[in-house]
């Protein structure tokens, strides 16, 4: 079974967060995070409890959900979020993590259960990690294209590159899509 928004309290988007790092492939989640904020009409804040920006969103049957981005870089992400669920009183299983996902090309994108694989991924890693679970979470992983190596040190070097602006151009359609068939069902009329 496919989840739907209302099965969330909080939008989780992994990224480095910080200028340097800002339109690199790894940011995809951050980047989605900041594209929802936009189309809903809400503003992310610095929130010192939760080390990060959040946004508050209610939805069309008077539920809420959270928008989230932590200040850490994505390999030490699980700890920010741990603080946050706990002030949040939110379950990991009411938790949407957005990441890169290497295993899917560029714009495709795919909800995926907590029983599956995290292939790798550091910030998952630290979410499973701090929170004390094993793939429990709930993923949307937006495709960032993958290098033809499976070296270490070339993924590492290609996620940190920005994304061409065909790419990019690519990213935003995806995110347009993933609000049509996800968010915006359950948004408010206004959006």
Same mark, same amino acid.
């Given at each position: 079974?496919?989840?739907?928004?209302?099965?969330?309290?909080?939008?989780?988007?992994?990224?480095?967060?910080?200028?340097?790092?800002?339109?690199?492939?790894?940011?995809?989640?951050?980047?989605? #995070? %900041? /594209? *929802?904020?936009?189309?809903?009409?809400?503003? $992310? !804040?610095?929130?010192?409890? +939760? @080390?990060?920006?959040?946004? =508050?969103?209610?939805?069309?049957?008077?539920?809420?959900?959270?928008?989230?981005?932590?200040?850490?870089?994505?390999?030490?992400?699980?700890?920010?979020?741990?603080?946050? #669920? %706990? /002030? *949040?009183?939110?379950?990991?299983?009411?938790? $949407? !993590?957005?990441?890169?996902? +290497? @295993?899917?090309?560029?714009? =495709?994108?795919?909800?995926?259960?907590?029983?599956?694989?995290?292939?790798?991924?550091?910030?998952?890693?630290?979410?499973?990690?701090?929170?004390?679970?094993?793939?429990?979470?709930?993923? *949307?992983?937006?495709?960032?294209?993958?290098?033809?190596?499976?070296?270490?040190?070339?993924?590492?070097?290609?996620?940190?590159?920005?994304?061409?602006?065909?790419?990019?151009?690519?990213?935003?359609?995806?995110?347009?899509?993933?609000?049509?068939?996800?968010?915006?069902?359950?948004?408010?009329?206004?959006?």
């Amino acid at each position: 079974m496919l989840p739907t928004l209302n099965m969330f309290r909080l939008l989780v988007g992994l990224g480095n967060y910080g200028g340097v790092y800002n339109l690199t492939r790894h940011n995809c989640g951050l980047h989605f #995070i %900041d /594209f *929802l904020a936009k189309k809903l009409n809400v503003a $992310l !804040v610095p929130e010192k409890e +939760l @080390e990060g920006d959040y946004a =508050k969103v209610t939805l069309k049957d008077g539920q809420h959900f959270g928008l989230y981005k932590s200040y850490t870089r994505i390999n030490e992400c699980g700890i920010p979020l741990k603080k946050a #669920i %706990d /002030f *949040l009183k939110i379950e990991p299983k009411q938790i $949407l !993590v957005i990441h890169d996902d +290497l @295993e899917r090309s560029i714009g =495709k994108y795919k909800i995926i259960d907590g029983k599956q694989s995290i292939r790798g991924h550091n910030g998952l890693k630290s979410i499973n990690k701090e929170l004390g679970v094993k793939n429990e979470v709930w993923r *949307l992983g937006i495709g960032i294209g993958r290098p033809f190596t499976r070296d270490k040190e070339a993924v590492g070097a290609y996620v940190m590159q920005s994304f061409s602006e065909e790419e990019f151009r690519e990213l935003l359609d995806a995110y347009e899509e993933i609000f049509e068939e996800f968010v915006k069902p359950y948004a408010v009329d206004s959006v």
